[in-house]
């Protein structure tokens, strides 16, 4: 809680789900700022993706698959005058092959994602609740980046594919 900002236990549960499950059933989970800026909780269901297949070449399809339908809620989001521009933190699974030598690879990854035209305040909040959020995470190891446009999202798979990212 470095913000005065407290995680929700729903967030380690999910969390705990998302990255100790022998079986993987969501690609992506992702948490906001309560309305009163006062926790951290889980996001609507539909910023939850699916996973379906995990560490095979399937997988790395529905890894293309989830980050076109993310970047189509960013959009809608961003699009949708009656819906306030949010930050989030959106963890997801990417299962993709090495550039190199065709390996298959997966990684867990936190984004960090904090547009343009969100209010101060948030932005604020956001920033400074994140160390609290991987804290409270237990035995978070991700690979933690940060986004505030459409094509950062886009250069992820590459950059893990290439070995930019580890």
């Not at 960090?112 to 948030?122: F, L, Q």
């Not at 956001?126 to 980046?145: C, E, P, Q, R, W």
Request: proline share 3%.
């Amino acid at each position: 809680m470095t913000s005065g900002v407290a995680v929700d236990a729903a967030c380690n549960e999910m969390w705990e789900e998302f990255h100790g499950a022998k079986v993987k059933t969501r690609r992506v989970i992702t948490f906001r700022i309560n309305d009163k800026f006062n926790a951290i909780i889980p996001d609507s269901d539909k910023w939850q993706l699916p996973m379906t297949h995990y560490n095979d070449q399937d997988g790395v399809e529905e890894t293309k698959a989830t980050i076109k339908k993310l970047k189509e809620l960013i959009v809608e989001e961003m699009n949708d005058d009656s819906v306030k521009n949010e930050p989030r933190w959106i963890i997801m699974y990417f299962d993709y092959n090495m550039d190199v030598d065709d390996r298959l690879t997966g990684k867990e990854l936190m984004l960090k994602w904090c547009p343009d035209g969100v209010k101060v305040k948030s932005r604020m909040t956001f920033a400074s609740s994140s160390k609290g959020l991987t804290d409270a995470l237990n035995g978070f190891k991700a690979l933690v980046v940060q986004a505030d446009e459409l094509d950062e999202i886009d250069d992820l798979l590459p950059r893990f594919q290439k070995g930019l990212l580890k």
